[in-house]
């Protein structure tokens, strides 16, 4: 599992969680799973890279988060330990710490979110 800053080195901010520390807790965008026999359960959303791969954005911050989502995006707090071993449990291969946006970045809006507490 690779943990890089936006441009693709490896680490993060100094003193972030790639610096070191795999207990820090990041924020990562993440949605309630809805499905049935899910309760409880999320799904994280993983992002498309420029170069084609993909990758979970982490965030140091929910300010960081809220800078480059939106503030209606949903998300959850955990270990980056914890965020590495599922997101290498299911093929993604990289975690990337404080990206900015990129052009075309989805956002959630309000009605984004009131569809899916209507659907619980």
């Not at 943990?3 to 795999?22: I, L, Q, R, T």
């Not at 026999?37 to 979970?56: C, K, T, W, Y």
């Not at 960081?64 to 998300?75: H, N």
Request: proline fraction near 11%; avoid cysteine; charged fraction near 20%.
């Amino acid at each position: 599992m690779a943990v890089s800053s936006p441009d693709g080195a490896p680490g993060g901010p100094p003193g972030g969680p790639a610096g070191g520390d795999v207990n820090e807790i990041v924020i990562v965008p993440a949605r309630p799973d809805i499905r049935p026999g899910h309760d409880g359960d999320v799904i994280f959303e993983v992002r498309q890279l420029s170069d084609g791969g993909q990758a979970l954005p982490a965030f140091t911050t929910v300010e960081r988060l809220v800078s480059v989502l939106g503030r209606e995006q949903p998300w959850v707090a955990l270990p980056l330990r914890n965020i590495q071993a599922i997101m290498g449990g299911v093929g993604v291969a990289r975690v990337v710490l404080d990206p900015a946006a990129g052009p075309g970045t989805w956002r959630w809006q309000a009605s984004d979110l009131e569809a899916l507490e209507r659907r619980q």
